[in-house]
């Protein structure tokens, strides 16, 4: 444990490791994860304007593991027509 010079022991000279080496590697992991995901992100525009499969096959992965953002009222809807539908098959019937 420090002392509050910094000094690890009285008498031995040494100091206790700073946090500012790993601060500075955490911002450094950061912007190099955020400059790699935007060049993967203009490298799959250009792959697609020239219209390659394996962009058109990238697309439709990425696209079918997206989290859909209208999947709450799609799922609604269903549910409603599915009780609609129920509702008109038993008006229908005779009793």
Request: aromatic share 4%; glycine share 8%.
């Amino acid at each position: 444990m420090p002392r509050a010079d910094g000094m690890l022991k009285p008498g031995s000279g040494k100091k206790a490791p700073e946090n500012g080496n790993r601060t500075m590697q955490t911002g450094f992991l950061i912007a190099l994860s955020l400059a790699l995901m935007v060049y993967l992100m203009v490298r799959l525009v250009l792959w697609a304007r020239r219209r390659s499969r394996g962009a058109v096959v990238a697309g439709a992965l990425l696209s079918m593991f997206a989290p859909d953002p209208t999947l709450e009222a799609n799922i609604r809807l269903a549910e409603e027509a599915k009780q609609q539908q129920v509702e008109e098959e038993e008006e229908g019937e005779p009793q």
